[in-house]
C-alpha cells in the first residue's frame, strides 16, 4: 500500500513537472520569436588605463590621432587624457 502512494507522488511530480515545462515552453513562444532580441556580439575591447576587458557598445570611445581607444569608465578616460596629454604636445 505504501508503494501505491509513494507511485502516485512520483507520478504527480512528474506531472506537475511536466505542467511547468509545458507553461513555459508556451510562455516563450507565446512572445514570438520575432519578438526575440537579435543576438548581442559583444565584442571585447581593452581599456588601455586600467587594463580591463569591455563591452564594445558600453565602452567610452575616445579617438585619437584615428585610433580608437576604448575605456570602462570617463575616470579612465580622464587619466588616458591627463597621461598621453604632454606626450602630445612635445610630438
Ligand atoms: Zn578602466
Known sequence: MHRLILFFLILFAIYYLFKRW???????TRQGPERKPPPIIDELVKDPVCGT???KREAIVYGKKGKLYYFCSKECLEKFKKESGPKDNEA
Do not use: C, S
Not at 509545458?22 to 516563450?28: D, H, I, L, M
Open 53 to 55: 576587458y569591455v563591452p
Open 22 to 28: 509545458v507553461r513555459g515552453f508556451f510562455g516563450q
